[in-house]
C-alpha cells in the first residue's frame, strides 16, 4: 500500500510499506521510527492510503482509504498480536517481539480504517479519478 501522511510544515508525503490486515481492517507494517512517514503520524495521525494491483483489469482496481495511523508502541499484547497478523501474511516465521520494542530500529504501525472508497468510470466507462464510497463493515 501507498501512504499518505502530511510532515510537521505541511508537505504531503508518500511512502510504499508491505502490509497485512485484520477482520476489523486494522492494517499493519513495519518502518524505522525516524522514516520520515513514522515521524509524521506522531505529529499528525490522519493518514490516506490506497492498495491496488496494477497490473488488474477490472473496475474497481483500487482500494483507497483514510484513517488514523499510530505507532503500537511497548503494548505487548497489541504489539504481538500485530506481529503475528504481518507475519502470517508473509508467511514466515515471525520475528521475536523484541524487534519491535523501544530502542529497536524497527516498530510496528497500525492504521485504523475510517473510510473507504473504490474507483469509478466516468461517462464513457473510461476509468478515471472517480470515487464511490464503499460500507466494507458488517454493521
Known amino acids: 500500500m501507498h501512504i499518505s501522511s502530511v510532515t510537521s510544515d505541511g508537505m504531503p508525503w508518500i511512502s510504499p510499506v508491505w502490509f497485512a490486515y ?56 497489541e504489539l504481538q498480536k500485530a506481529i503475528n497478523i504481518f507475519y502470517k501474511r508473509k508467511n514466515i516465521t515471525a520475528r521475536p517481539i523484541e524487534d519491535f520494542l523501544d530502542g529497536a530500529p524497527r516498530r510496528m504501525y497500525k492504521a485504523i480504517a475510517e473510510s473507504f472508497w473504490v474507483n469509478d468510470y466516468d461517462k464513457n466507462r473510461v476509468p478515471a479519478d472517480l470515487k464511490i464510497e464503499v460500507n466494507l463493515r458488517n454493521n
Open 22 to 77: 485484520d477482520a476489523d481492517f486494522h492494517f499493519y507494517w513495519t518502518s524505522s521510527p525516524e522514516s520520515q512517514h513514522s515521524k509524521n503520524f506522531t505529529k499528525k495521525p490522519d493518514i490516506a492510503f490506497v492498495i491496488y494491483n496494477s497490473s488488474a483489469q477490472s473496475e474497481n482496481w483500487g482500494l483507497y482509504v483514510k484513517a488514523k495511523a499510530y505507532e503500537l508502541g511497548d503494548n505487548k499484547e
